[in-house]
C-alpha cells in the first residue's frame, strides 16, 4: 500500500481505476477498508482514491492534539500531492465533517461534495451532547476501542441478518488504539462550520440515513445555507449507510455526479 508524506506525517492511501478523481473519506474509528464496496463499484467509471486518515487505519498516529481542519489539509495536501485535483469527495459522518471543512478552506482541489449522515456542527453544551459525548470517551479509556465498537455496531447493524457486519465493524474497530482514536473524537468537540458554508463554491450532496443519529431537518436546515445543495434520504437505513445499503448508495452517488454534466 502506498504512503505520501504529508505534514509531516506518512498517509496511507489506495487507487484503483481510471477517469476522473473519486476520493472516499473514512468517519471516526474507520479506516479506508470501509469502502470497499464502493471502489470495486466506482473504479469501473473514475479513478478512486482512499485514504486512512491520520490516527486512523494504516496512516501515522502522531500524539498531539487533531483537528478536523488538520485532517482537511492533511487530504487536501494528498490530492495536490498526487495531481488528482480537482475531485469529487465523499465523506461519511467524520469524514463529512473533513469534506466539508475541504470544501470551504480547500476550495481548489473540490469538484463536487457528497456528505453522507453527518450534521455541520457537533455541540457538546448541553447535559445530553455533554452525557453522550463523555460516555463514549469513559467507555474508550476504561474498556478500550473494541468494546466501543461492540456498541457502536449494534446501533448502527441492529438486525438479526446483521450479524456479518456488526462483526466487521467489531473486528476493525478493534484494531484502533486509544491515544489516537480518543484525540480523532475530540477534534469533532464543539466543531462547528455553519457559519463558513456560504463559502462553498461546489455542488453538495447530502445524503441522509432514515434512522441516522442526526435528524433531517437538521442536515436540511445546513442545506439551505449552501448555494448549491441537495439532500436525499435513503430508507430504512442507519449511520454506515455505505455497508448497510450499498446498492442503493453507489446508484444515489452515480446519479448525482452524473447529472452534474
Known sequence: MPYKEINGINLNYEIKGNGEPLLFIHGLGSSLMDWELQVEYFS???????????????????????????????????LRELNLYPAHIN?????????????????????????????????????????????RVLITMIFGTGKMGEIISKNVFPKTDQEELRNTLIRRWSKNGRRPYLNSLRALKNWDIIPELHRIKSPVLIVHAENDYTPLAIKKDYAS?????????????????????????????????????
Open 91 to 135: 465523506g461519511l459522518s467524520m469524514g463529512g465533517a473533513t469534506g466539508l471543512h475541504i470544501a470551504v478552506h480547500h476550495s481548489d482541489v473540490v469538484k463536487s461534495l457528497i456528505v453522507s449522515n453527518m450534521s455541520a456542527a457537533m455541540p457538546v453544551k448541553t447535559f445530553a451532547q455533554k452525557k453522550m459525548y463523555y460516555t
Open 44 to 78: 469501473k467509471q473514475y479513478k478512486v482514491i482512499v485514504v486512512d486518515l491520520r490516527g486512523h487505519g494504516k496512516s501515522s498516529k502522531p500524539s498531539g492534539r487533531y483537528s478536523i481542519g488538520l485532517f482537511a489539509a492533511d487530504v487536501a495536501e494528498l
Open 225 to 261: 445555507k449552501i448555494k448549491s445543495s441537495d439532500v436525499q434520504v435513503i430508507d430504512d437505513a442507519r449511520h454506515i449507510v455505505n455497508m448497510e445499503k450499498p446498492d442503493i448508495y453507489n446508484k444515489m452517488i452515480a446519479s448525482f455526479i452524473g447529472n452534474l454534466y
